[in-house]
């Protein structure tokens, strides 16, 4: 990375982690995973982590993950997203994916491939190289409105890191259709969304859990990184926590009753 690159990139980072602490959020960054799973698990956000950051069952360490926990004035956990670093040299995504996939539901052994459904773009078979896969992302909900420009601070400070730690080429997430149609991965920078990518059918359950693909590239986080953060109050007034509660994959997303609008989890 060229040295204004980096410096650009640095001041970036400060100034989300700025906007986080003006909004009440204190922020820890760290790579033990097996401390990044109980912490999940004893906040009862999940049952556990997806496989690919969980060290039991992953080669997951310092060289290619971290985690971010994001804690209130009081030190109660309000927020957490990991990401993890893979190298696609020579792969696809789509055939990375292909044998992958199940790797990135949190409850792997709870997915039936064989009754899921995948239809990835034309373009995931051509995305090779390196890869920050960016997961595990939640935000607590009731904090009083500040959701939605905090939401995008947060989402966007762990490719900006991912970016001065690894220089990925691209950056994935997956995203239910509820939180896609809601915007939650614009609030993120994401540039990319493919509809309709992926219809999980879980072991035990009726129906299908769909899930959509989204992801930017390098020059797409260079570009929203010339967006300053001072922005983001005037784009997104109210809250959008709500979008990043309780990240369950245990429970089908229900639809909005009477104003309160209810989400189980938005980012794998």
């Not at 390196?130 to 959701?147: D, F, I, P, V």
């Not at 359950?205 to 005037?234: A, R």
């Amino acid at each position: 990375m060229p040295e204004t690159s980096l410096l650009s990139t640095v001041q970036y980072i400060n100034s989300l982690i700025e906007v986080a602490e003006a909004k009440g959020v204190y922020l820890e960054i760290g790579t033990d995973f097996t401390t990044f799973r109980k912490t999940i698990m004893k906040e009862g956000i999940r049952t556990t982590v997806a496989p690919v950051f969980d060290p039991d069952l992953s080669d997951v360490s310092p060289a290619n993950a971290f985690w971010i926990i994001g804690v209130n004035d009081r030190g109660d956990v309000v927020h957490t997203q990991a990401a993890r670093m893979i190298d696609l040299s020579g792969v696809t995504l789509s055939d990375h994916l292909a044998q992958y996939l199940r790797e990135y539901w949190f409850d792997r052994d709870r997915v039936d491939m064989a009754q899921s459904r995948v239809c990835l773009s034309p373009t995931t078979s051509q995305m090779t190289g390196k890869l920050c896969y960016h997961g595990e992302l939640w935000l607590k909900a009731g904090r009083n409105n500040l959701g939605g420009s905090l939401t995008a601070a947060l989402m966007r400070l762990l490719p900006a890191m991912g970016s001065l730690l690894w220089s990925p080429d691209y950056f994935l997430a997956f995203v239910t259709a509820y939180g896609a149609s809601k915007g939650l991965m614009a609030r993120g920078g994401y540039t990319h969304l493919e509809q309709g990518s992926i219809f999980w059918h879980l072991k035990g359950d009726n129906g299908l859990t769909e899930d959509w693909l989204s992801w930017m590239d390098q020059q797409d986080l260079e570009h929203m990184m010339k967006i300053p953060p001072e922005h983001f109050d005037t784009w997104y007034r109210g809250g959008a926590e709500d979008v990043l509660d309780a990240a369950n994959h245990n429970f089908q997303v229900p639809p909005p009753t009477r104003g309160k609008r209810a989400f189980r989890r938005s980012i794998n």
